[in-house]
């Protein structure tokens, strides 16, 4: 029995298995840390929530500038944003997010052009080439998260430049912001008038030019005297009025 | 003299088979209490989370592509469910409910997928609430809010 008190070998071995058991908890509570430092942060989700809120901040803004092009109210998009920064603080309580604006006043260049605001909102019709503009600046908080002074514009923009007129045709390009050819347009989205007189549309075709990407070719169900306007509302609203020459 | 010898080596072999228990006993224990701090990716721990990542995802990608207004605001509750059942998950279960500001329910048509006993007897319904500005067409452009709320449970 005593033999077997001073055996030191049994020892060695009841040593290294609990320095293997150490290691082994250790290893678990070092993946242990490191999984749920990722998984306790739903980035993806928050990602999720300011994209929410700025596509639908970009949203109200074309949406504001789509009335206006029709109401001429150029208060409209500052009571619009007024009412969208206190919804937003009440959708989103929880969270404790908060959306603040600065409306555009002072000229700027939009794709070569200048563009004169007043209340984040400019048109200028009655050209060969006009437009109709919007431009506003959001700053949003979302306490909850740590977010602070997360800076976005929104720039809503319509161009319709009139090409050529022909005995009954008319050619146009139509531009959003960055020059983007706006695509899907049909007879329901123009109108012709000469003077007071509203001319009636045949068709409406369009087709790739080297020049401008895509152009619409207006063929009228009579001969076009000048000046002609010719109004187009995008798929957003928005309206422009253009006239030629 | 020969009889001792045996007894001894007979003791050496006892301690070893004790020692060996021992050390089991040891392993075993390791493993187990490491087992119990690993968190496994599918963890019900995180699972609402996941889900919330889910619902929100989907409804900002029907959202960018400009349907969700579309099908909100022209009253399309059966091809929003069908969006939403292409996009989620088979094994999710979905009830999406639309309000008016003041709180109001927009759908008198219920937006649901799945079995009504799944939400109410799982413990990980995640909650997801997303908001719309309004909508606008060739003829008008109104500033009308619809607040969504989508639970989601998995089936």
């Not at chain 1, 070092?30 to 928050?46: C, D, F, G, I, S």
């Not at chain 1, 504001?64 to 920064?85: D, F, G, M, P, V």
């Not at chain 2, 605001?73 to 999710?92: F, G, S, T």
């Not at chain 2, 409910?97 to 759908?107: D, K, S």
Request: charged share 20%.
């Amino acid at each position: 029995m005593k033999k077997v008190l001073r055996d030191k070998r049994g020892q060695f071995v009841i040593i290294a298995v609990l320095m293997i058991a150490v290691m082994i908890i250790s290893i678990g509570a070092l993946m242990h840390r490191a999984v749920t430092y990722y998984k306790h942060e739903p980035w993806e989700e928050y990602l999720a929530l300011i994209g929410n809120i700025e596509l639908n901040s970009k949203r109200l803004v074309e949406l504001s500038l789509a009335n206006y092009s029709h109401t001429l109210n150029q208060k409209n998009l500052k009571i619009n944003l007024e009412r969208w920064k206190a919804d937003i603080s009440n959708i989103y309580v929880g969270r404790d997010a908060s959306l603040s604006y600065e409306l555009a006043n002072r000229s700027y260049t939009v794709d070569g052009t200048s563009v004169k605001y007043l209340f984040g909102l400019n048109y200028s019709w009655f050209k060969p080439k006009s437009f109709t503009a919007a431009n506003a600046t959001f700053m949003l908080n979302v306490t909850a998260i740590g977010l602070t002074g997360y800076k976005f514009t929104v720039l809503a923009f319509l161009n319709l430049t009139i090409l050529n007129v022909t005995t009954n045709n008319i050619t146009i390009t139509v531009k959003a912001e960055d020059k983007m050819p706006v695509a899907g347009l049909e007879k329901e989205n123009f109108q012709v008038k000469f003077g007071n007189t509203v001319i009636s549309i045949v068709s409406v075709k369009s087709c790739y030019d080297n020049k401008e990407a895509l152009i619409y070719i207006i063929e009228c169900a009579q001969n076009i005297s000048t000046p002609v306007t010719v109004e187009v509302s995008d798929l957003r609203g928005i309206k422009v009025v253009a006239q030629y020459p | 003299m020969a009889l001792e010898r045996v007894s001894l080596i007979a003791n050496k072999g006892q301690m070893r088979v004790i020692e060996v228990i021992l050390a089991s006993f040891v392993i075993v224990f390791a493993l187990s209490f490491a087992n119990i701090l690993a968190v496994t990716p599918t963890s019900s721990k995180y699972e609402a989370t996941e889900l919330e990542k889910m619902g929100y995802n989907t409804l900002y990608d029907l959202d960018k592509q400009g349907l969700l207004a579309d099908f909100v605001y022209n009253k399309q509750w059966d091809k929003l469910q069908a969006a939403l059942r292409v996009l989620l998950p088979l094994e999710v279960h979905f009830n999406l409910t639309i309000y008016y500001l003041n709180g109001t329910e927009v759908n008198e048509a219920p937006i649901f997928y799945g079995d009504r006993e799944t939400f109410l007897n799982s413990k990980n319904v995640a909650s997801v609430t997303y908001c719309l500005c309004g909508y606008s067409t060739i003829g008008s452009a109104i500033y009308d809010p619809r607040i969504l709320v989508l639970q989601l449970v998995r089936g």
